[in-house]
């Protein structure tokens, strides 16, 4: 599935960006604001973004949008680690 967004030349023209990484950069940071909103997880948001979860995770970083990381996630962690 694609979704189509229609911008006018003015407006395109005014994203100080190449055409190419114009799309690329409006790709990373609809994936950001959903996850932000709680929309996506981690996963998804990065499949969306076209990122792994570490470069996603980078870009939240650098939009200042904390990580949705719960007690019940860290136990989980701990206990995936436990068995190693």
Known sequence: ???TLE???ETLNCIPLAPGERERLMQIELACRFYANGWLTLAQGATLA??????FGV????REIPRHYT???LD???????GQ
């Open 71 to 73: 007690h019940d996630d």
């Open 7 to 9: 911008m006018d030349e």
């Open 50 to 55: 076209g990122l792994d979860q570490f470069a």
């Open 1 to 3: 599935m694609s979704v």
């Open 76 to 82: 989980a962690d701990i206990d995936y680690a436990g």
């Open 59 to 62: 870009a939240l970083a650098e």
